[in-house]
Nanobody, 127 residues
Framework: QLQLVETGGGLVQPGGSLRLSCTAS????????IGWFRQVPGKEREGVSC????????NYADSVKGRFTISRDNAKNTVYLQVNSLKPEDTGVYYC????????????????????WGQGTQVTVSS
């Protein structure tokens, strides 16, 4: 069974940066596309970014393009989301999710495409 754990969240001022990590256990991530999502209370979960199994394809929501960068290190079984130039509207719980397949990241990540989910890490952007 694949398990995912997100770390790296926290409280940051507007304009600040964080690096979120999604570390897997139980299986190797080599064949899995990884998506990052975020959710604020009362709103639907939003797809933020996606990376294909070997990192050749990435995708970003328009709201984060140019500010967020997704990457992966399969040797460490970890996917990263570098979040820069943070805005208050980036506040939320950030989740990573995994699904076998290399074609998911030709479009923005959609929640129903992913089978395995982590518990989330809170990102709060506030002065």
């Amino acid at each position: 069974q694949l398990q995912l754990v997100e770390t790296g969240g926290g409280l940051v001022q507007p304009g600040g940066s964080l690096r979120l990590s999604c570390t897997a256990s139980g299986r190797k991530l080599d064949y899995y596309a990884i998506g990052w999502f975020r959710q604020v209370p009362g709103k639907e979960r939003e797809g933020v970014s996606c990376i294909s199994p070997y990192g050749g394809t990435t995708n970003y929501a328009d709201s984060v393009k140019g500010r967020f960068t997704i990457s992966r290190d399969n040797a460490k079984n970890t996917v990263y989301l570098q979040v820069n130039s943070l805005k208050p509207e980036d506040t939320g719980v950030y989740y990573c999710a995994a699904q076998v397949g290399g074609l998911l990241c030709y479009r923005e990540p959609e929640e129903n495409d992913y089978e395995y989910w982590g518990q989330g890490t809170q990102v709060t952007v506030s002065s």
